[in-house]
């Protein structure tokens, strides 16, 4: 239990420095670990909490990138991919959560950069709107994230 429970946070971290820019935008990032016969054993929690004055950075330069919005639907895609891979250490549900988390930004935030991109967001923030992930079992998971990574490669 001891080597899974280190394995964990390594891998918690790994994936924090791969991809810390989507841990930032929600509040939360949450890894759950599974026995080979599905039952969970734990989960990592990690939260993050900025302050009025790091908000109030961060929109500010968002605002000034006008390729935000391919930038993090190209993050996205990213995202998408790895999870999908046979062996990732991403569920769907955790990698339905982050994409959910920086398309709500993104349509919130940053500036749309034209119909293509505007549009592959809306489509995402609709299909997750009032969804609870967590909720889901595998097969729904697996049903809205295959649709999710099909809507992304448009």
Not at 15 to 24: E, I, P, S
Not at 31 to 47: A, D, H, K, N, Y
Not at 96 to 107: E, G, H, N, P, S
């Amino acid at each position: 239990m001891q080597e899974a429970q280190v394995e964990a946070v390594r891998t918690l971290g790994e994936l924090l420095r791969d991809d810390g820019v989507v841990f930032w935008s929600s509040p939360e990032a949450r890894m759950t670990v599974s026995s080979p016969q599905g039952e969970i054993l734990f989960q990592l929690v990690l939260s993050s909490m900025g302050t009025a004055a790091l908000a109030a950075l961060v929109r500010a330069e968002r605002r000034e990138d006008p390729d935000a919005c391919r930038k993090s639907l190209w993050e996205m895609r990213e995202i998408a991919a790895a999870a999908a891979l046979q062996d990732s250490p991403m569920s769907d549900q955790e990698a339905l959560r982050t994409l959910a988390a920086i398309a709500a930004w993104v349509q919130a935030e940053a500036p749309t950069d034209g119909a293509a991109c505007g549009a592959a967001i809306d489509l995402l923030v609709d299909l997750t709107a009032g969804v609870d992930i967590d909720a889901l079992d595998d097969a729904e998971a697996l049903t809205l994230f295959r649709l999710i990574e099909k809507s992304l490669v448009v």
